[in-house]
Structure formats: structure tokens, C-alpha cells
């Protein structure tokens, strides 16, 4: 077989371009760390990376969520415990209004005091997220739950000092595979539907409780024997009633709390598996830099040895021998 000139040239210029491109792998391996860039450089573990990849995009949409859902009900645990401080403070005040020596004047001066208390507990119930949303209005988290009627008493659930304009949703978020966690309670369950000791919902929202008993110390009983036989039995009414809507208060509050605990455990098995991950896919992608480095050497030699034979059989001819 007669090998003319031009295929020789072909098949020098060929295998210095072969050897170019091997070392351009290489740097391109180096310079990003991978050893593989793209499937034809490991197709078995291309595809076992992409794998991995899909499920690490899952769990870090779980993580994202474990975070959100934290956040949601840090805040409204803070909001709860605001609330329950705020009922202990009526109670305290309520117990000193219970005194029979007080006069009208006093027990006046105390109903100022738990007014303030009452626009605190409605402006707590109207809490809102750093997003403007409404943290206890249920799914209605654009609509200010709670609004104080322009009513007069007695209140109670049919005549309410404040109306709930939320609905009785819970927001949810997928946290983990096999678990979607409430990150809300809806204000009715906490303010409005007030359970006794034995679980049964009372006639009064904490409101009402609170708003008639302002009343009741209000109404002057120094001139009024009828008012002040009934003020004992009213005030420890109100004592009774905001007991039930503290432990309301407590039972969502410990309720969070397991929530968030929960998400604690959550987060750090998240965490690990992530991290497993990670470990996955450096060892199927990740280059060894040593080997990366040695196997530049050899093509760098050998791109030489291409070059200089190229050089020396290209410039071959017969006229030289003659």
C-alpha cells in the first residue's frame, strides 16, 4: 500500500489534535475540580450523579421549608407567650380588684388599666408576619382577623366585643417526605373557642371575658347593695373564664413548641443526608488532582513527541536523498 505524502500529513496533524484535546480535558478537569464534565467522560457515573442531584434538590426543598416553618412558628410562639403574659397581668389584676374594700374609684382606676390589657391582647391576636401577612387569620392571611364591634354588654359569643373575620385553616408545609406540619394556628381555636377543664367551649371568647369584667368594675356598687353582693361572684367568674382562655393559650403554646422540636430533629437529619449528598456525588464527579496532574505530564509529553515527529517526517523527501 503506497502511503502518499498528504496522508501522512492528515494523520501527523490528527494525533497532535487528538493529544490537544486529551489536554484540554484535563486542564478544563483540573481548572473545575470535576473529573467528570460531561457524560461521554463517565456515563455510568453521569448517571448516577444525576440521581443523587435529583434527590438532593428534594431535600434541600425540605430544608427550605424546615427553615420557613421554623421562622412561622418562632414567631407566633413569641406571640403566644405574649398573650399568656398578658392574661397572668389581668389575672393579677383582677384578684386585687376581687377586694371588697376597694371603693369605686379604685376598681375604676383598675378597669382603665385592663382596657389597655384588652387593646393589647386584640392588637396581639392582629400580629402580623415580616411579610405583612396576618399571623393568626387562617388561610385569610391578607385579612385583618380580629375588629373590635361597636356594641354594648354584656358579650358573649352572639353579642361579641370582637369579631374573628379569619377562618378556621391551618397553613401547612411538606417538611419531610412523609410529613406535613402545621405552621399555624387559626385565631378562633386560640381566642375565640375558650375550653374549660373538661374540654368544653365556653360562651365567651377571651374578649368578652375580659371586656365584661372591665364593665363589671366599672358599674359603682357604693350606693348599689344588689351590685355589690354580685361583684365577688362576678369578678371570680372572670378569674374562672381567663384561666380557661390561659390554658387555651398554653395547650397552642406547648403544641408550637413540640412543632419546633420536632423540626429541630428534622433539620438535622436533613442535614445529614445532605451531607451524604455531597460526599456521593464529590466521589463520583470530583477530580484526584494528583492523578489529574500526572496524567497532564505524560499528554504534555507526549503532545511534544507528536509535534517533533510531525516535524521530521513532514519534512522527508526524496530529493533530499539524491
Known amino acids: ?101 376597694l371603693s369605686d374609684v379604685n376598681r375604676a ?52 366585643y370582637v369579631s374573628y373575620n379569619g377562618d378556621q385553616g391551618t397553613i401547612t408545609l411538606q417538611v419531610d417526605a412523609s410529613r406535613q406540619m402545621a405552621v399555624s394556628d387559626n385565631g378562633a381555636s386560640v381566642f375565640m373557642r375558650i375550653q374549660d377543664g373538661n374540654g368544653n367551649v365556653i360562651s365567651q371568647s377571651v374578649f368578652d371575658t375580659l371586656k365584661n369584667a372591665i364593665d363589671t368594675l366599672n358599674t359603682p356598687v357604693a350606693n348599689n347593695a344588689a351590685a355589690a353582693a354580685a361583684l365577688p361572684t362576678k369578678v371570680s367568674d372572670a378569674i374562672n373564664q381567663l384561666h380557661d382562655a390561659l390554658n387555651t393559650v398554653v395547650q397552642v403554646r406547648t403544641s408550637v413548641g413540640a412543632r419546633r422540636s420536632e423540626l429541630d430533629s428534622l433539620s438535622t437529619a436533613t442535614s445529614a443526608v ?7 456525588l464529590s466521589n463520583l464527579q470530583d477530580m484526584d488532582y494528583a492523578d489529574a496532574i500526572s496524567s497532564l505530564s505524560k499528554q ?3 503532545l511534544q513527541a507528536a509535534q517533533k515527529a510531525f516535524v521530521t517526517v513532514s519534512s522527508l523527501s526524496l530529493f533530499k536523498l539524491i
Open 109 to 160: 382606676s383598675i378597669a382603665q388599666e385592663l382596657q389597655t390589657r384588652l387593646d393589647e391582647m386584640v392588637s396581639i391576636a392582629n400580629s402580623q408576619d415580616g411579610s405583612g401577612h396576618y399571623i393568626f387569620s387562617g388561610y385569610q392571611s391578607n385579612t385583618r382577623p380580629f375588629s373590635v364591634n361597636n356594641v354594648t354588654g354584656p358579650y358573649s359569643n352572639t353579642n361579641p
Open 274 to 280: 445532605n451531607l451524604q449528598y455531597k460526599t456521593t
Open 1 to 101: 500500500m503506497r502511503i502518499s505524502t498528504s496522508m501522512i500529513y492528515d494523520a501527523g496533524v490528527s494525533g497532535i489534535q487528538n493529544t490537544q484535546a486529551s489536554e484540554l480535558d484535563t486542564y478544563n478537569q483540573i481548572a473545575t475540580g470535576r473529573r467528570v464534565l460531561t457524560p461521554s467522560d463517565d456515563p455510568v457515573a453521569a448517571a448516577q450523579a444525576l440521581v443523587v442531584q435529583q434527590s438532593q434538590s428534594v431535600t434541600a426543598n425540605y430544608a427550605t421549608n424546615q427553615g420557613n416553618a421554623q421562622d412561622r412558628l418562632t414567631l407566633e410562639e413569641t406571640q403566644l407567650q405574649s398573650a399568656g403574659d398578658t392574661i397572668q397581668a389581668v389575672l393579677d389584676k383582677l384578684v386585687q380588684a376581687g377586694n371588697t374594700s
Open 300 to 302: 504534555q509529553v507526549q
